[in-house]
């Protein structure tokens, strides 16, 4: 099927679905501060959002033999378990419509983000199934993250209107677009523009001589962090005295210079991450 050029609006709106809420228990340890982000994906509007789910409007659509016209819509629903094992699992426990035809089935890489910053991403699956009824337009894509602790979440989302692509002679639009086209390449895009936004836990950096550098990795259980500010705090006497800035580089790897002998930490900094490594003795 050929895809629009469709993402998520630039600057809009996003419906911030929080993740450690107090009463849930499938997400009981993770942190309040750590959200799924859902941008409101390009050409709709925000109709409804109550914390959990919510509703999108998009344009209007017609049929080319009849005067019959409505407004595109687009839902989605989040779904969080700690006992469905996989991220296969948790794609098959968001799905609503377990009958319908799987259509794509891809793993992909979810963006994260700390304190409104790129910060590396996670291994995700995506899947999108197709109503198998003759001329229908209706598509429903899953979007599952892995979030640590054999905790795992889900977004489900659901293109319903139009319903029909044709009926009879008539050919439903958007536009100039069929709604089969339509619904599929928007529900798609509204599952590619999601993001984890905030700290998972096992925020931690490892640090190690190398030469005349101090070397090692940032990260916490989802994985390395990029782009997270560093500072090289170098051993005098009682205190522990700046010696150099820098941030980490893809997968969370990070080289400081430490030309001067002595003892070296490294502390991390972004946003809400906060971790400071062991004592690196340089020589």
């Known amino acids: 099927m050929l895809l629009l050029a469709v993402t998520a609006a630039a600057a809009g709106t ?10 849930r228990n499938a997400t009981q340890g993770l942190s309040s501060g750590l959200y799924v982000d859902v941008p409101v994906v390009a050409d709709y509007v925000q109709s409804k959002f109550d914390g959990e789910q919510g509703d999108w409007q998009g344009p209007t659509y017609t049929a080319t033999q009849s005067p019959t016209t409505g407004r595109t819509d ?3 629903r989040s779904d ?13 426990h968001a799905l609503v419509h377990k009958d319908w035809t799987l259509s794509q089935n891809d793993a992909v890489k979810v963006p994260r983000l700390l ?30 993250i892995p979030l640590c602790h054999h905790i795992f979440g889900g977004m489900d989302f659901y293109a319903d209107a139009p319903p029909m692509d044709t009926s009879g002679t008539n050919q439903y639009l958007v536009g100039t677009t069929s709604a089969k086209q339509w619904n599929h390449d ?17 925020a931690g950096i490892t640090a190690h001589r190398a ?3 101090v070397a090692g ?13 560093l500072t090289l705090l170098r051993q005098a006497g009682t205190r522990w005295a700046p010696a150099g800035h820098g941030k980490s580089g893809s997968g969370g790897k990070f080289s400081l210079s430490a030309r001067a002998r002595g003892s070296y930490r490294v502390v991390a900094e972004l946003g809400p991450f906060h971790a400071t490594s062991g004592s690196v003795a340089a020589r």
Request: glycine share 20%.
């Open 14 to 23: 996003v419906d911030r679905v929080q993740v450690g809420v107090t009463g």
């Open 217 to 229: 990795v940032v990260r916490d259980c989802g994985g390395g962090l990029q782009n997270v500010h």
């Open 74 to 76: 687009l839902s989605f």
């Open 211 to 213: 030469g005349k550098s």
């Open 186 to 202: 928007h529900a798609l895009a509204a599952a590619r523009g999601v993001a984890l936004d905030g700290p998972l836990p096992g």
């Open 80 to 92: 969080f378990e700690n006992t469905v094992g996989s991220l296969a699992g948790m794609a098959q």
């Open 115 to 144: 304190g409104g910053h790129a910060a590396g991403t996670v291994g995700g699956k995506l899947v999108v199934y197709a109503e198998p009824i003759t001329g229908s337009a209706r598509w429903e894509s899953v979007l599952a």
